[in-house]
Nanobody
Framework: VQLQASGGGLVQAGGSLTVSCAVS????????MAWFRQAPGKEREFVAG????????TYTDSVKGRFTISRDSAKNTVDLQMNNLKPEDTAVYYC??????????????????WGQGTQVTVSS
């Protein structure tokens, strides 16, 4: 499985941005696809995850109601729609895959496949 992230950029606080992850490779129907982020000087943290097969999602508390993760089985993409962005959302965003998941896990170590990061900067 290969992951390719795109769509980062600079946006003002209160604005919206979508980052997208193109997924390719072997079958990943049992995977959990997730977005993580890492701000300067901080550890990488879970943002949102989605079961590829069912579409079930989970979010970290700080983004609930503002971010939406979705997968498109026809296009093999996983998008993170981010609304009402805040300066504290500034980070490098990474897509990741847990290829044999039974649960949506928030720990970095559970994810074996990673895309390159894409920078999201929110100005105040």
């Amino acid at each position: 499985v290969q992951l390719q992230a795109s769509g980062g950029g600079l946006v003002q606080a209160g604005g919206s941005l979508t980052v997208s992850c193109a997924v390719s490779g072997r079958a990943f129907s049992r995977s959990v696809m997730a977005w993580f982020r890492q701000a300067p000087g901080k550890e990488r943290e879970f943002v949102a995850g989605v079961f590829w097969s069912s579409g079930m999602t989970t979010y970290t508390d700080s983004v609930k109601g503002r971010f939406t993760i979705s997968r498109d089985s026809a296009k093999n993409t996983v998008d993170l729609q981010m609304n009402n962005l805040k300066p504290e959302d500034t980070a490098v965003y990474y897509c990741a895959a847990d290829l044999a998941a039974k649960f949506i896990v928030t720990k970095v170590g559970a994810y074996t496949k990673w895309g390159q990061g894409t920078q999201v900067t929110v100005s105040s």
